[in-house]
Nanobody
Framework: QLQLVESGGGLVQPGGSLRLSCALS????????IGWFRQAPGKEREGVSC????????KYADSVKGRFTTSRDNAKNTIYLQMNSLEPEDTAVYYC?????????????????WGQGTQVTVSS
């Protein structure tokens, strides 16, 4: 049974940084790409990033390019989302999810096996 568990969310001031983690279990990392999504109240779920199984392909939403970086440590079965220069508009519940490969666009319908989410709040 594939399981994904997010952690690392919290309250941060504008301009600050957070690193989210997505711990994986129940499957083999060497074939699974992992995406990060976020959903703010009243808004649709938005694809944030995707990283391929061997980290040779990454995708980012335009809204986070240059500020967010996704990486993975396959030895630790963990995927990370480093978020810098955070803005109030980044406030949302952040989720990780698995897919077979990173496509040109990051669409929720292409992903399965979602985590439970972690809250990120950017506020002064």
């Amino acid at each position: 049974q594939l399981q994904l568990v997010e952690s690392g969310g919290g309250l941060v001031q504008p301009g600050g940084s957070l690193r989210l983690s997505c711990a994986l279990s129940g499957f083999t990392l060497d074939y699974s790409a992992i995406g990060w999504f976020r959903q703010a109240p009243g808004k649709e779920r938005e694809g944030v990033s995707c990283i391929s199984s061997m980290s040779d392909n990454t995708k980012y939403a335009d809204s986070v390019k240059g500020r967010f970086t996704t990486s993975r440590d396959n030895a630790k079965n963990t995927i990370y989302l480093q978020m810098n220069s955070l803005e109030p508009e980044d406030t949302a519940v952040y989720y990780c999810a698995a897919t077979s490969y990173c496509r040109r666009s990051i669409e929720a319908g292409d992903f399965g096996s979602w985590g439970q989410g972690t809250q990120v709040t950017v506020s002064s």
